[in-house]
C-alpha cells in the first residue's frame, strides 16, 4: 500500500505545474519511516519540492538508505536533486528535468536525455510527459525488488 511520507505531519500542498492542486494528507514523516518496510521510492519532480527535501538531512538519509540497500527508487523531473544530495550518482546513468544536467554530472553521475532510463533499479524520467513510461518502469522494478548487485554509496 502506498504511503505520502513528507518531513512534516498534517497535510501537504499539491501543485498542478505552477499552480495549487489538491492537499494530500500525509502517511507518516520521514524521521517515522524506515526504508527497510518499504519495497520502493518515488521522488516527485517539480522545483520546491526537491529542492526543499534537500535541504532536510532526514529526508536525504532516507533516500540513501534506499539506495544503498538496492530497492528501487524512481525520480522524475526535479526529483533526482535529491539523489545529487544523498551522493549516490556516481557512476549512474539517469535522466532529469535537463537543468539539472550539470548537477548530476557534477555528483559522478552521466545524464541522457530519454523519456525513462533504468539503471539498476533506479527509474528517471524528465517531465510530467513521461508519466506513462516511468510509471510503468518503476511497477517493472518494484515486481524485480531490490537489486544488491550495486555497490552502495560511500
Known sequence: MPELISIHPGEI??????????TFQVSRTVEEAAAVAYDGLVLPGGVANPDKLRMDPSAVAFVRAFMDAGKPVAAICHGPWLLVEAGVLRDRVVTSYPSLRTDIRN?????????????HGL????????????CSKLLEEIGEGSHPDVTPAV
Do not use: C, I, Y
Open 123 to 134: 527509474v528517471t524520467s524528465r517531465n510530467p510527459g513521461d508519466l506513462p513510461a516511468f
Open 107 to 119: 555528483a559522478g553521475g552521466a545524464w541522457v536525455d530519454r523519456e525513462v532510463h533504468v539503471d
Open 13 to 22: 500542498q499539491g501543485v498542478n505545474g505552477m499552480d495549487k492542486g489538491e
